[in-house]
């Protein structure tokens, strides 16, 4: 095999599962090439990921070490992502009857998601979680791809608790809508005195967050971070201290189908 | 920049969004070099992905062409990946009162659904699908990771109808558990006359495809494809004709505390 051809198939394996740490020797098998060889491979597509702006790629030395892929998002990348998905939900088409905001079709979107992701997990990498934590439905997708860019598993809390997650907890919480809500988890889906970060798609009032931390104490798991792509900028005062959101919503004017929403440059 | 430099930025924009099309021009713009340059790195690329297996890249002629990666999934890896998968659904310790199974951690798994996304991407590759659907809430990470290596928009049926999906057509269903149910789907998801496939984690009698089969006609979207992570063997009369599992489940004996399960051997 040639150097280039090598050096292709490194990032392709390496990018394909970010944040997990490959061992050289898994290279040297795979490419049938000397570890000194691999070694310089990688080099050349750390230099290509780092000048194209497509990530990290970093080495971790020891016995247990090997190299790993970060989705690292640039705060220029990030920006476009952000005023792009601005436009996209200035459309006024996606006003819905009492001011609501149709969103699914981004929220579903894997692309828009995975971006959103890394952005997320660029921003939460130093808090070494061991889960990203969400509440079924339409943050799944994004929680989704932020525990990929991180490689965590994902924990979903249900609305009702199901047969099929065995024993669970439940608690009660105040929605966005105010109405008392119920929020369940399976005692088999984390471990106690664990961390977890926090992603949902839209906070409001931040109830349904707070929902979250409270369900996620009675299982001892600490919250080190909260995400959410869209945050409404009223009420000021949220039930939660410390979130980020990528996008804020102002307003949704219903008499001159005018949505007010803005990136969050702070990113 | 140098040729092996060129030839993994390459690799990783193209991978970074299977399906998509890419003008020649994005990369001669990108890698601020000339087309023949781009063109000769495209078959390097082509070549490395061939000889490792770890997709197909190619390249579609013409004004309107461009160069795509395609994550097919070779027959040995597919098997490889549902032995795996088989091994860990073995697990007493997933056997839940009632016989049930809990999937909850393999569901959620990123790296997994996107594995076995792509082995749906490659399965119904040439169905010309316009959508992937699923309905809520276990088989939306298998199905984003699906539509995602098929580069298509995800739809996902509500349990109920939400106030943020807008006007929405909503059918009753019969369960697995025989209940009837409801699921509802957005007037804004799907247009009358388009191909979907549909995507979930688990049958029993096929009465959840069935659902989302009549609640697609109700669109006037025609279904080219059904595809599940587990089905069970029993019944063996389903609901629906047409459909692929990627794992068999028989029997999970909740006395000798034995899980029955096979990988798809047609694959």
């Known amino acids: 095999m040639k150097r280039n051809e090598r050096v292709g198939a490194i990032i392709k394996i390496l990018s394909s599962r970010p944040n997990k740490v490959f061992s050289l020797n898994s290279f040297t098998d795979k490419l049938d090439s000397a570890k000194s060889s691999i070694s310089e491979d990688i080099v050349i ?33 990030t920006q476009n992502l952000l005023e792009e998905l601005c436009a996209k939900l200035r459309d006024e088409s996606r006003i819905l ?4 905001l149709y969103t699914s079709d981004i929220m579903f979107d894997s692309y828009i998601m995975k971006k959103a992701g890394e ?32 490689n965590l598993p994902l924990i979903v809390a249900r609305r009702d608790s199901k047969v099929s997650e065995g024993s669970t907890v439940s608690i009660n919480y105040i929605s966005g809508t105010d109405r008392i809500q119920k929020m369940s988890m399976s005692k088999k889906a984390v471990k106690p005195g664990s961390k977890a970060i926090i992603i949902d798609d839209f906070m409001k009032g931040g109830g ?40 804020t ?19």
């Open 208 to 247: 349904t967050s707070r929902g979250m931390v409270d369900l996620l104490t009675e299982f001892q798991v600490e919250v080190v971070g909260i995400g959410v792509l869209i945050s409404m900028n009223s009420p000021e005062k949220k039930r939660v201290d410390n979130f980020i959101s990528l996008i």
């Open 119 to 150: 952005i997320f997990a660029t921003h939460f990498l130093d808090k070494k979680a061991d889960y990203v934590v969400t509440v079924e439905t339409k943050g799944i997708p994004l929680a989704l791809m932020t525990a990929d860019a991180l």
């Open 97 to 100: 009857a009492g001011g609501f």
């Open 45 to 77: 597509a750390k230099k290509i990921m780092e000048n194209m702006k497509l990530g990290r790629i970093e080495t971790i030395p020891g016995a247990a070490g090997g190299v790993k892929y970060i989705p690292v998002t640039s705060d220029e990348e």
């Open 249 to 267: 919503l102002e307003k949704v004017d219903t008499e001159s189908r005018v949505i007010y929403v803005y990136p969050n440059k702070n990113l």
